[in-house]
């Protein structure tokens, strides 16, 4: 559908995605959960994706490293580039070879993640094995305690020897990110990494992971419902609504002046601390059902600015400045925000 | 489907079983020369070391033998649900000490327990094997009906009802159990196709039904001392049994999958 | 064991009833015996003597044998143990095979075929499988014996090599055909406890990892699944010894399962009362030992914190 991102032309991205379709099977019909969606992510640069629950997001990571359960397909016009490789195109062999090692991925919940079974010593060390086959038993334990070393557990030499049960949420969760970073990859995919935390431990967590970034020089693609998240750490901020990406624009102009009414609706809805004892904003009503995407503008029927146009056509990306795109008509008549956006302070 | 469709016209067959049989199952035919014969035109599962009709046999046979499955199974399945689910809603210290009896009397193998216990019972009977069986099956019943008794009694609609000032009889009788049910029927079905198995067992160990009345253990029986010779004996009974069981086994599977979406690829 | 006094004593009939009901019998020679062997007592004292006797370990006298109930004990528990452990190693190790083979091509033809098969092996009757075995391996194709644990004429003159072998092929049989109906239900066990945890994210993340499907699944799934097939089949414990009575009847192999018949059969009380105590105990220790390997594969256990509920697979108890 539209060109992808405008990226500068004198890097080329790391990772390359074009008209990405993801649809799953289910009792009530085919949902698409992924509809058409374009990016890209430059090496080192920190894209994270925003959106509610159900919008695609995390059908979206999956579908990075071809992770999604039997029941999902992805549709053949789809394209992932990555390190100038057609990931669409790769055999099992050549996705083992990718997965773990070039891309690193860090889900919600690390309870569950994590093998209940195992001591998580061995679950990083195991990693670590499968890309170097030559490498020793006792080398790649050595290796696990310095990768849990480097994400910050206390006693990791100890730790190694216990089982994930017998971890803090927080502890875990370094162990996850210590399996993801073990090969050093030029991409991390994180899936709500810090959802499940205490406040203060999501805070260490990502802190820790922008320290980590420095030091590995990483991509990070990070996929989260808190725009207070996404603050704290993107270069370029991705708004998904209903499978597809609704707004996207550098970090700082996406805060500044973010353009399309379910962006600026979920900003509305943040805290503001200066303002405090204001009711939060809400966006009314809920996300639609991916089985069966309504109409024209899929944000329609929750818009305070939807006029007849918003039924009849579906929006396109429309470019608003250099790098930020909104799927919203009022890009191409301005005149109609009759109402004034909400300041975002 | 094909599973329920075996099992009913198996039930169809023991039911008119003495208008199908083509010979009277108990009447020795041909005294004159008492022998076994394999199977032919006239007696296509052939004749026992008495000169009975073994076909007859295994047609009659299949009455007792669900009979006996289907009510022991039945007497089981109340003692074990009453258990249990007074077990589970009592709850504490009550519940530790019930289960720990049931405990207890699991590790006591049920085989060794029947024969034990038939052996000495002398003449058994028909009804005496659904007594003795149903008695000794209730145990693991009573087990999965208290877990799930165990995990309702705290629901809402629980609650509501005893803040409605339902006793707890009628709060447990009307309120739990009708929830646990779907469980307790699988268990139930699956307890039949074991206790035939069971039952056949015990026949043909001598100790079930006892001759002239036919089961399908007691006819093996019949030819289990000469089975090198009189293989058709023990083949016709057997896949009776087999093909029985097994589409019970099916129509468990069925409910069980039936009942428990989540765990619909057990089946 | 007050459970197997109980019965014994509820049902009519006693060790004498088929030698001395004859009626050429005197009632005083009659009383004679029931008063040397115990049974004029009331039954507490009777109970209470049957209670102490076994705790000292006296397990009393086979009237039918004529020896200690010990000895014939002595006899039977190592052939019993010797099928039973062949039996329980076969059938293991091919049902964790078969279950995940099934597992792994879940909804396949493959996964079906295999699955009529396995539900045929757990509806079959123990004893029709032996004696189709004894029909189809010792008579059409004589390739096993049909039954004991030796020759019985020839075994004494044998080498010890040759004598070994005898051993061997009169284990065969009944071995397998135990294998055969407990390697239906553990692969059943098997493969639902894989597919139960075939959706848990653990497996995701290390399919993440670069893992293929195979290392996905002999790695992780199965070790997650082993713990409730371990516990299942501590369960079904009872009635897999209940089963080998029958194969042992069928086969003519001495062990606990063909005494306690032979005891029944001869009304030989004390026997019974201690194959059901010596059977007991063995379920006992093998739950024990079952509850002490799960806990082994599945650290949770060890705190009590089971994560997940067993497969509602049915047990033949």
């Known amino acids: ?112 993640a994590l093998d209940p079974v195992i001591r998580v010593g061995d679950q990083v060390a195991e990693v670590v094995r499968i890309h170097t086959p030559a490498i020793a038993p006792g080398a790649a334990w050595a290796r696990a305690v310095d990768l849990l070393t480097l994400t910050g557990i206390p006693g990791p030499a100890d730790r190694a020897h216990q089982y994930p049960h017998e971890l803090s949420g927080g502890m875990r969760q370094r162990v996850m990110l210590a399996i993801a970073l073990a090969m050093h990859p030029a991409l991390l995919i994180a899936d709500e990494p810090t959802t499940a935390l205490d ?147 | 489907m094909a599973g329920l469709a075996v099992v009913v016209a198996v039930v169809v067959v023991a039911l008119v079983a003495p208008l199908i049989a083509p010979y009277d199952a108990v009447a020795q035919l041909g005294i004159d020369t008492l022998k076994s014969r394999p199977p032919s035109l006239a007696h296509p599962f052939g004749t026992d070391p008495l000169s009975r009709d073994v076909l007859s046999r295994v047609l009659l046979g299949s009455r007792v033998s669900l009979a006996v499955a289907a009510l022991s199974v039945l007497t089981a399945t109340t003692l074990g649900t009453v258990y249990g689910a007074v077990a589970g809603y009592a709850g504490g210290r009550v519940d530790d000490l019930l289960m720990r009896g049931v405990d207890a009397a699991l590790s006591i193998p049920r085989v060794l327990l029947l024969i034990t216990v038939l052996a000495l019972w002398g003449h058994v009977s028909a009804a005496v094997l659904i007594v003795v069986i149903g008695c000794t099956g209730w145990l693991s019943v009573s087990r999965l009906v208290r877990s799930e008794v165990l995990g309702l009694r705290s629901r809402d609609w629980v609650t509501a009802a005893r803040a409605l000032g339902a006793t707890p009889a009628r709060t447990l009788f009307r309120h739990i159990l009708p929830n646990a049910l779907s469980p307790v029927i699988v268990s139930a079905t699956l307890g039949v196709a074991n206790v035939i198995l069971l039952e056949a067992g015990l026949s043909f160990l001598g100790l079930g039904v ?58 | 064991m007050t459970a197997t006094f109980a019965l014994i004593h509820l049902a009519p009939g006693d060790p004498f009833a088929g030698a001395l009901d004859d009626p050429r019998v005197t009632q005083a020679v009659r009383d004679h015996w029931r008063h040397v062997y115990g049974f004029d007592r009331s039954l507490p004292d009777q109970y209470v003597r049957f209670v102490a006797g076994i705790a000292r370990g006296e397990l009393g006298y086979s009237i039918a044998r004529q020896e200690p109930v010990r000895t014939v004990l002595a006899r039977a528990i190592p052939n019993t143990l010797v099928l039973m452990g062949i039996a329980l190693l076969l059938s293991f190790g091919l049902g964790i095979a078969i279950g995940v083979v099934q597992a ?157 018949v032979d005891a029944v059969a001869t009304r030989d009380y004390a026997v019974v009362v201690a194959v059901a105590i010596v059977g007991s105990v063995l379920v006992a220790i093998g739950s024990l030992l079952a509850d002490v390997l799960a806990a082994l594969v599945d650290p949770r256990r060890r705190t009590g914190a089971i994560a997940r509920p067993l497969p509602p697979v049915p047990l033949r108890v």
């Open chain 3, 104 to 260: 792994m091509r879940h909804g396949s033809l493959t996964d079906r075929a295999i699955g009529a098969i396995t539900l045929a092996g757990y509806s079959l009757p123990d004893f029709w499988l032996a004696q189709l075995a004894i029909l189809a391996f010792a008579v059409w194709l004589p390739l096993f014996p049909a039954g004991g644990v030796v020759d019985p004429v020839m075994h004494p003159y044998l080498g010890p090599l040759a004598a070994a072998l005898d051993r061997a092929r009169h284990v065969v049989l009944p071995a397998l055909t135990l294998t055969v109906l407990s390697a239906a239900a553990v692969a059943r066990y098997q493969r639902s406890a894989l597919l139960d945890v075939a959706h848990d994210d653990y497996l995701r993340t290390a399919r993440a990892k670069g893992l293929s499907e195979r290392q996905v699944m002999l790695r992780h799934a199965l070790r997650n699944a082993a713990a409730p097939v371990i516990t299942l089949f501590g369960l079904a414990l009872p009635g897999f010894l209940g089963g080998q009575v029958f194969i042992e009847k069928v086969f003519a192999w001495p062990g606990l399962g063909a005494l306690a």
């Open chain 2, 210 to 267: 006892q001759p002239p009345e036919p089961s399908w253990g007691n006819v093996m029986q019949d030819g289990a001392d000469q089975i090198r010779a009189l293989w058709w004996m023990s083949v016709f009974p057997g896949l009776a049994i087999l093909i029985t069981v097994m589409a019970v086994n099916v129509v468990g599977d069925g409910l069980r999958a039936a009942a428990d979406p989540r765990r619909r690829h057990v089946a």
């Open chain 1, 1 to 112: 559908m539209s060109a992808g991102l405008a990226t500068p032309a004198s890097a080329a991205p790391l990772l390359s995605v074009r008209d990405l379709r993801t649809s799953f099977r289910t009792d009530s019909g085919c949902a698409r959960a992924v509809d058409g969606v374009s990016f890209s992510l430059r090496t080192g640069e920190t894209v994270c994706i925003v959106g509610e629950s159900g919008c695609g997001k995390t059908a979206l990571a999956l579908s990075l490293l071809r992770l999604l359960p039997p029941t999902a397909t992805i549709a053949p016009g789809s394209s992932v580039e990555f390190e100038g490789r057609d990931l669409m195109a790769l055999d099992a062999s050549g996705w083992r070879a990718v997965r773990g090692a070039r891309i690193g991925m860090v889900f919600q919940d690390a309870m569950t």
């Open chain 1, 199 to 345: 406040i203060t431990v999501q805070a260490q967590i990502l802190a820790l992971l922008g320290e980590l970034q420095r030091q590995l020089g990483m991509a990070i693609l990070f996929i989260t419902h808190d725009l207070g998240v996404a603050a704290a750490l993107a270069d370029r901020v991705i708004v998904m609504y209903a499978g597809e990406v609704v707004e996207s624009a550098p970090a700082e102009l996406f805060f500044a002046e973010p353009h399309h009414p379910y962006a600026t609706g979920l900003l509305r809805a943040l805290p503001d601390l200066s303002h405090p004892g204001d009711r939060l904003a809400v966006i009314p009503g809920a996300v639609p059902s991916a089985t069966d995407w309504p109409r024209g503008c899929r944000f329609r029927e929750r818009c305070a600015f939807a006029w007849s146009r918003c039924e009849a056509e579906h929006p396109p990306l429309y470019a608003i400045s250099a790098g930020h795109e909104s799927r919203c008509h009022l890009a191409a008549e301005p005149g109609r925000r009759v109402v004034t956006a909400a300041s975002t302070a």
